[in-house]
Structure formats: C-alpha cells, structure tokens
C-alpha cells in the first residue's frame, strides 16, 4: 500500500511536469506520511509546474532518523527547502499521519518560566551542527488528509490569485500591553515604535490597534477583540502580533471591566479572510504545535479563512530577541526581497545568530538589551535560542508577491490650499492611487485626553472615530486609471495639512501591483506627534 501510494504521487508530479521546466529551481525535501500522500498531491504538481524538484522522503521513525535522511537527500548540494507534512504526537514523535519534531533542551528561556524542552523543526535544516538553520523548513501542519487538502487549497490559491489591491501594501499591527516594569516597557514601547515608523517604507499603508485605553490607537475596548478579528479579516500582506500569548489565546485586555482576551481559539472559526495574510505572533506558546490540544498558529493555518502561513513561538520567548527577529525579517521583506516565505526566514535566523551585526537598529537594540535585560550576559545564547523557538507553520515555498517600483516626480514643497502636480512613472498599467500622507506615528489632529477610563457607552464609542482617523494618515487622496510609464496627477492640498509629509503611489494592475513614496514639505506648522 505505502508503495502505490509514493508512486501515486509521483505520476501525478510527473504527469504535469512540462518539457521546459527550468533546470534552475533548487530541490525541496518533502517529508510525506503515507496517509497524507494522496492529499499533497495538487501541491507536488503546482511546485512540479514551476519547475522545482521535490524529493519525497520517508516520515517514519524518529526526528534524529527523518534528519539522516533530509541530509542524506542534501548532500546532492541543489536542495533549498524542507517540508515537513502532518502534525506531531505530545512526546514529539510522529502520530499516525504526522512527522516528529526534536525537543532540544532548553537553557535560557527557562529561566523565565519556560519549560525544560522546545519543540523545533529547525535541526531538520541544520546540515552541520551549528544549531544555525541552513535550509528554509516549514510544517504544513495538519491531523487528517482532509485537514491538509484545507492548507494545499489555501496555499495555492494564495499564489495564484490575482487581486493586486490595498491589501497587498497593508501591515496590521495588533499590540498588547508589556507589563515587565516601567523601564523596560517604555523602551519596549520605544522599540516598537522605532520598527513602525523607520523599517517599513513610506509606500506602506500601516494600522496600528493597541490594548491601552488612553491611546488614541485603541478602539472602543468593548469590541478590541472584534476588531482583532476585523483586522485579520480585512486582509493585509502581514498580520502582526506583539504582546503576550499562550498556546490557545493572546494576552487578556486588562482594562477595567474588561478580562477578554484579544483573540482566541474560539474566534478562529469567524476567521474568513477573502485576502490571507502571513501571520506573525511575537508573543509566547502560541506555536506550540507539539502540544496534544492544536495550539493557536496550527487552528488559524486550517481555517479556510486564516492566515496562509503563521510564524511563531513554541514556548516562552524574550522581548529582545523577538524584537531582534520581528526587525530581521521586516529587513528582508522589504530590502533583500527573498522570493519565498521560508527563505525570508531563513536569511532572519541568520543575521539573528549573528554577534556582529552593523545593522543600525539592530544595534540599538543590542545595546538597549545589554543594559536592561534581565538576560544582559547571555544575549547571544537568548538569540540563538530563538532559532529553535520560532518555527514557520505553514509552507516555506510560499512565493510572495512583490511590487514594482514606481518613480514619483513632484516639488520638494507646497503650500497648503493649492493643487500639486504628481509625475509618475509606472511599470504597471492599471487603477492609481495618489496620496499625501502624515509621517507614520504622527496624527493630524489633537488627541483626547483619556485620565479615567469611560463608564458611558456614548464614551466608549466615540473611540472608534478617534482610532479610525489615527490610522489614517492620509490628507488627500485620488485615484486615476493610467497606463504603463508616465502619467501625471493632479492632487489638491486640503488647508489643514502641514509639515513633513510624503506622496505614496499604489498601481492595482491585473496580473501585479506598484508600490512608490517621495517625501514633501507642506507649509506650516508639523503635526501633532502621538507615540503609537
């Protein structure tokens, strides 16, 4: 039977491989349970079809035996990517239609509460020993062959759906409160702030929904947990979690009245996403994915309508070294632009294993750490720890979609109450729009005081209009449809809008997207700063 059914998938593999496959794609190690096998098969075919060679290997038996075969398949030198197919049992070996993970010890997260062992797929990656992952390895994590045809037909439709629209340039930032003391959250918050308003480019459209009432960037804190799930729904290239977390719910709310928590294993069923997104969780346990009860990052995966891939923590994580890999990654997102998820991860573990970083942020962050952190001798022990806590739930292959460029042409300043004219140059035909934007993190309006927390449901609702218009930074905005290379638009420059500003471009064309900013100086005095 084991037999028929490894050649099963094969011949389909085969069967829809085209004579001009490009011999240039790497390898994938694919490591398959027999049960699983007929329902990855439309997977094998759409990598097949791109021109990737998948070589199937056999689950059985420990995660020291599977990672003697995953190198024993890499030592050919072309291979790239492992993926793993099907759970794992509570003792970290194989159920019935699963692949173990190994449980190394662990030896600093421990100390801050964390159990003895870490459940991590990493090793499987790590050709040489030197706990650095060498390979882009991900879990398609599922208990049945129904459960995976789930995460295939997701995956894939992921990948070939059109759909170029605001969502693609859309970051959602979902934030909890700290709690580890007034020092180190202010320069959590500092940190988080610096992540928001300088590594993401200007062309980004960025929400940001926090859990503390006085901000102006929470909504009403009755329906914070509904707008989590709005915010998810809504559809964004990345979701982001940064708070606390455990493996079957996010941090509770702790406002007064309030003990919700922000999301949990009971909303993944009212997920419906139309437009995935990847899912990022800095937080603690919420990847747990050797625990018998499927942790948070695994139900979200087999919802229809969650997140397309999630990456997070297996067990207690540090806010350093998150901080360190949530900057890594939105590095090579958005600078390096690696073609696939895993190999987007892959390249973060790298630069987080490294002690000698000249990453100006990154150092920032290391010197902050070494001053605050109750870590402060062990940072490099903290980062390397966290190669193996976080692990990629999901499929490393996932292609990601980029932008093109769009070059902008328009004056250094204006003066409010005119019209500017915006010159742009697109590489993509299809529906403009042009925008003049606030620097990220500044609001154009006063924000209310928030001393007591409001008892009225009239008070409580009016913070909805307050974080609708604090996350939009927008001062203007029209849309044109243009053809590729240059156009011009005029954009009229509302009264109220002042200082240090910027143009954005998103292109929404049939078959792709463009993405351009350009800073401008608009007469008068700057707006007002809010910390986010």
Not at 136 to 158: F, H, I, M, N, Q
Not at 515 to 531: H, M, N, Q, W, Y
Request: hydrophobic share 40%; proline share 8%; net charge neutral.
């Amino acid at each position: 039977m084991h037999a028929a059914l490894i050649a099963l998938a094969f011949a389909v593999v085969s069967a829809d491989k085209p004579a001009d496959t490009p011999a240039s794609k790497p390898a994938a190690i694919v490591v398959c349970p027999d049960a699983l096998r007929p329902a990855l098969a439309p997977w094998l075919a759409h990598r097949q079809r791109q021109g990737y060679t998948l070589r199937l290997v056999s689950a059985e038996g420990t995660a020291e035996q599977v990672r003697q075969r995953i190198r024993q398949e890499a030592s050919r030198g072309d291979a790239r990517f492992v993926v793993l197919v099907g759970d794992v049992a509570a003792d970290g070996q194989s159920g019935a239609a699963g692949v173990p993970t190994f449980l190394p010890e662990a030896k600093i997260n421990v100390r801050f509460g964390g159990q003895k062992d870490i459940a991590a797929d990493n090793p499987f990656a790590d050709l040489d020993d030197d706990q650095v992952p060498d390979l882009a390895v991900g879990r398609l994590s599922a208990d049945t062959p129904e459960e995976l045809s789930r995460v295939v037909a997701k995956t894939l439709a992921y990948e070939r759906s059109g759909g170029f629209g605001p969502w693609r340039r859309r970051l959602n930032f979902v934030i909890g409160l700290g709690r580890f003391g007034p020092i180190l959250d202010a320069a959590l918050d500092g940190a988080t702030r610096h992540l928001l308003t300088t590594a993401i480019p200007d062309g980004y459209d960025v929400s940001v929904t926090l859990a503390n009432w006085q901000s102006p960037y929470c909504p009403n804190p009755r329906q914070f947990r509904q707008t989590t799930l709005d915010r998810l729904n809504e559809g964004a290239a990345f979701w982001v979690y940064v708070g606390h977390g455990s493996v079957l719910r996010l941090d509770r709310l702790n406002m007064p009245g309030l003990r919700d928590p922000i999301f949990a294993v009971a909303d993944v069923d009212r997920l419906a996403a139309r437009r995935l997104p990847i899912a990022l969780f800095l937080a603690c346990n919420t990847g747990a994915f050797d625990r018998p009860d499927d942790c948070l990052a695994e139900r979200m995966l087999r919802q229809p309508g969650g997140p397309v891939a999630v990456v997070a923590g297996s067990r207690v994580t540090m806010p350093y070294a998150m901080a360190v890999l949530g900057l890594e990654m939105m590095d090579q997102y958005f600078r390096r632009e690696p073609e696939t998820l895993g190999e987007l991860l892959l390249a973060a573990k790298k630069e987080l294993a490294r002690a000698d970083s000249t990453h100006p942020t990154r150092r920032m962050f290391d010197s902050i750490a070494s001053l605050l952190s109750p870590n402060a001798a062990r940072l490099n022990e903290e980062r390397r720890e966290h190669l193996l806590l976080f692990n990629l739930i999901g499929d490393p292959m996932l292609r990601l979609a980029r932008p093109a460029a769009v070059r902008i042409e328009a004056p250094a300043s204006i003066e409010p109450g005119g019209e500017l004219t915006v010159s742009i140059d697109s590489p993509v035909a299809g529906r403009a729009t042009v925008e003049l934007a606030r620097p990220r993190g500044e609001l154009g309006f006063a924000p209310p005081v928030r001393s007591e927390f409001p008892a009225s449901d009239d008070a409580l609702a009016a913070y909805e209009d307050v974080y609708r218009r604090a996350n939009d930074g927008r001062y203007a905005a029209v849309q044109r449809d243009i053809s590729t290379g240059k156009s011009q638009i005029n954009l009229p420059i509302p009264s109220d809008a002042r200082g240090k500003c910027h143009i954005r471009v998103h292109v929404e064309g049939p078959r792709g997207f463009a993405l351009g900013s350009a800073p401008i100086a608009v007469g008068g005095k700057p707006g007002t700063d809010e910390r986010l």
